[in-house]
């Protein structure tokens, strides 16, 4: 998998110590500012689009993979959450760099199973495949919660056993959540686990960071240092928009809504570039 633009994109993170952003998107708007802040910023960046996006339209699918191969600067499209094989099958016609295998509501025997199997058909096909060891509990908009299952924490050893499945990217579970956390007092990050996680899977796979609502600036640098590449964007770079467009539906004429709230995404991918350290690193 080493010609994978997704592949030689988180590499690069990892040896550059610096995180790629990964913008999880929902519309035209969405994918608009993260062309828009990638190539301003002169930054690598990947578009995360959920299976939601399958049954929703194909059209959304190709609208960001256009948006990937027109921009000036790298930028890789990825599925992220694909939770049924049905769907990474339906995912894999489309040009994905790469999609996430993520069996976690299953038990861990099954999970590993079923990664492992799924990965070697979307090797076959040249995409490359994450997976999540343990579950990071919670949901968010177009992703089953898992909040009913008991919250496991990844540990070195399981972490080793996944990459063995062949996986290129890796999304520990290390006390982050999906969704929201009720408050920045309540995020409570193991970098301890982090480290020995790292450790473990050095030189096979890369880690990626899942759960980042509500995130200090502080708190995404620390997950960087403990090696994570991609970190997963949601409410993070969306809140402006969705509050503007909260407001000002049906108030201001829908091509200022849709003009203001790229600018307001835009803004706030920006920023967490400099966060991330991925500022003209592209």
């Known amino acids: 998998m080493k010609d994978n633009k997704a592949v030689k994109m988180l590499k690069a993170a990892e040896e550059g110590g610096y995180g790629v952003i990964g913008v999880v998107s929902y519309n035209l708007e969405t994918i608009t500012a993260v062309v828009r ?25 190709h609208l960001a993979a256009a948006a990937c ?13 694909a939770q049924s094989e049905e769907e990474i099958v339906a995912a894999s016609e489309y040009p994905f760099d790469s999609i996430m ?20 058909m979307l090797h076959a ?40 499945t062949g996986i290129d990217f890796l999304a520990p579970a290390f006390g982050n959540v999906h969704g929201n956390y009720g408050g920045v007092e309540n995020i409570k990050l193991d970098f ?47 809140s402006k928009y969705n509050k503007y467009v909260a407001e000002n539906t049906g108030k201001v004429p829908l091509t200022e809504l849709m003009g203001k709230g790229t600018d307001l995404i835009q803004e706030l991918i920006e920023y967490q570039m400099d966060v991330m350290g991925s500022t003209g690193k592209a």
């Open 192 to 238: 301890e686990r982090l480290d020995k996680i790292r450790e473990a899977i050095k030189g096979k796979a890369t880690l990626v960071l899942h759960g980042t609502n509500t995130f200090p600036d502080d708190t995404m640098r620390g997950c960087i240092k403990g090696g994570m590449t991609r970190c997963n964007v949601n409410e993070l770079v969306l």
């Open 69 to 81: 191969s027109t921009a000036t600067v790298p930028i890789v499209l990825h599925m992220d959450h």
């Open 125 to 164: 096909k040249g995409i490359a495949t994450e997976a999540e060891p343990g579950r990071i509990n919670g949901g968010e908009d177009g992703v089953a919660d898992t909040g009913d299952l008991e919250g496991l924490l990844t540990d070195e050893v399981e972490a080793k056993r996944f990459v063995d």
């Open 101 to 120: 295998v993520d069996m976690s509501h299953y038990e861990k025997e099954d999970n590993l199973e079923k990664t492992e199997r799924i990965t070697k």
């Open 37 to 61: 802040a990638a190539e301003k910023k002169r930054s690598p960046a990947q578009i995360l689009l959920f299976p939601w996006a399958l049954h929703y339209s194909p059209l959304l699918i």
